[in-house]
C-alpha cells in the first residue's frame, strides 16, 4: 500500500515517482552503460582482493574473530565511494532476483530495459571484477609468500593447478 500511495497507484521503474530502485540497482541519469560496467567490474574486483588479504594467514591479517567487521567495514567503504553510480550491486545475487521479482511483482518488464538495457550490467560485471581481484591478489602477492621452511613445498601454485581439482 505504502507503493500505491507514493506512486499514485502506478509502480514505476523511472521517473520522479520510481520505485523499483528500491530491490535491484540502476544506474543514474548520468552514469553510461560502459562507465557503470568499468565501476561494477572495479568495485568486485576491490571487494575481492581486500577479503583475500583479509583471509589469508600468511599475510598480516586481521586479528581472528574480527574478520566479519573487517568485511562490513570494506563493503561500507566500496558503498560510500562507488554507490551513488549505480547502488553498488557487487554480487549478482543482490541484483537479478530482486530484478525478476519487480517485474512479476507488477513493475514489469521495463526492468529489464530501464537504463539502456542496464539489467546486464551487475549480473556480468561482478563475475569478471571477482575473477580479476583475485588473480591479481594470487598472482601479485600470494604466489609470493615466502615463508616455507627449508625441506616444505610450496603448495600455493599447486592449490591453483586446474588438475588438482
Same mark, same amino acid.
Given at each position: 500500500d505504502a507503493f500505491m500511495e507514493y506512486s499514485n497507484g502506478t509502480l514505476e521503474v523511472t521517473g520522479p515517482n520510481a520505485t523499483a530502485h528500491i530491490f535491484a540497482t540502476y544506474p543514474a541519469p548520468y552514469l553510461s552503460l560502459i562507465n557503470g560496467f568499468a565501476d561494477q567490474v572495479m568495485s568486485t574486483a576491490v571487494l575481492l582482493l581486500?577479503?583475500?588479504a583479509i583471509f589469508d594467514t600468511r599475510?598480516?591479517?586481521?586479528?581472528?574473530?574480527?574478520?566479519? /567487521?573487517?568485511? &562490513? %567495514?570494506l563493503i561500507?567503504?566500496?558503498?560510500?565511494?562507488? &554507490?551513488?553510480?549505480?547502488?553498488?550491486?557487487?554480487?549478482?545475487?543482490?541484483d537479478l532476483g530482486p530484478r525478476l521479482f519487480t517485474a512479476i511483482a507488477g513493475w514489469g518488464m521495463e526492468v529489464f530495459t530501464a537504463g539502456n538495457n542496464w539489467w546486464w550490467v551487475p /549480473?556480468?560485471?561482478?563475475? %569478471? &571484477?571477482?575473477? %580479476?581481484?583475485?588473480m591479481i591478489y594470487i598472482v601479485f602477492i600470494e604466489i609470493h609468500h615466502s615463508?616455507?621452511?627449508?625441506g616444505e613445498e610450496n603448495d600455493v601454485y599447486d592449490k591453483y593447478e586446474l588438475t588438482n581439482m
Open positions: 581486500a577479503i583475500f599475510n598480516n591479517s586481521v586479528p581472528k574473530g574480527l574478520e566479519p /567487521i573487517a568485511v &562490513g %567495514l561500507i567503504v566500496l558503498t560510500c565511494s562507488l &554507490g551513488m553510480n549505480s547502488g553498488c550491486a557487487m554480487n549478482p545475487a543482490r /549480473i556480468v560485471a561482478p563475475m %569478471l &571484477g571477482g575473477v %580479476l581481484g583475485a615463508d616455507t621452511h627449508p
